[in-house]
T-cell receptor, first 113, second 114 residues
Framework: ELKVEQNPLFLSMQEGKNYTIYCNYS?????LYWYRQDPGKSLESLFV?????AVKQEGRLMASLDTKARLSTLHITAAVHDLSATYFC?????????????FGRGTQLTVWP | NAGVTQTPKFQVLKTGQSMTLQCAQD?????MSWYRQDPGMGLRLIHY???????DQGEVPNGYNVSRSTTEDFPLRLLSAAPSQTSVYFC?????????????FGQGTRLTVV
């Protein structure tokens, strides 16, 4: 069974600072997703990464995928308070039925002034 | 465009009661899934479906049943509720466009079993 590990699980950072969240997974996959969840809310899709070397950016967030290392990163540049949320990575097992995702435990990000 | 709609949003059950969580999507997606989210655990797959009439078990299927009679609807049944089933439940639907399988989530059902 595919295992997905995120770290850190908790991240407290000052506004204006940079940081990276890591997502490691245990078996071959070429489809990785990043989601954001605000407290009490549903999951909002941030990025879809479909190939080795894929890099996507939206505002202060940039996600990348290295399928050889089985690693994705979510980089935060010059953090602002509005980025405070929980971020999940999810991986689709290449051998499994389409639509089946395995989630990490999430990184709870708090950005303070 | 409603997307994925879950009902109810909140529910309190007594141990041993049964109920059905409803999920409907209007995007003509083939793939639908149910997840539960517990504090610090991420989302865990309960059951999923790749099309009408086809369902399969996920990581944590015990105590839950599903059926898929139409493309739009994918209800989740709790047969005999237990306190361990207290959780937030999310329904998701997915499409495959060049294999992307991006999942769209409903707003969630917060279930408490007492």
């Amino acid at each position: 069974e595919l295992k997905v590990e995120q770290n850190p699980l908790f991240l407290s950072m000052q506004e204006g600072k940079n940081y990276t969240i890591y997502c490691n997974y245990s078996t071959t996959s070429d489809r990785l997703y990043w989601y954001r969840q605000d407290p009490g809310k549903s999951l909002e899709s941030l990025f879809v990464l479909l190939s080795n070397g894929a890099v996507k950016q939206e505002g202060r967030l940039m996600a990348s995928l290295d399928t050889k290392a089985r690693l994705s990163t979510l980089h935060i540049t010059a953090a602002v308070h509005d980025l405070s949320a929980t971020y999940f990575c999810a991986v689709a097992d290449r051998g499994s039925t389409l639509g089946r995702l395995y989630f990490g435990r999430g990184t709870q990000l708090t950005v303070w002034p | 465009n409603a997307g994925v709609t879950q009902t109810p949003k909140f529910q309190v059950l007594k141990t041993g009661q049964s109920m059905t969580l409803q999920c409907a999507q209007d995007m003509n997606h083939e793939y639908m899934s149910w997840y539960r989210q517990d504090p610090g655990m991420g989302l865990r797959l309960i059951h999923y479906s790749v099309g009408a009439g086809i369902t399969d078990q996920g990581e944590v299927p015990n105590g839950y049943n599903v059926s898929r009679s139409t493309t739009e609807d994918f209800p989740l049944r709790l047969l005999s509720a237990a306190p361990s089933q207290t959780s937030v439940y999310f329904c998701a639907s997915s499409y495959s466009v060049t294999g992307s399988t991006e999942a769209f989530f409903g707003q969630g059902t917060r279930l408490t079993v007492v």
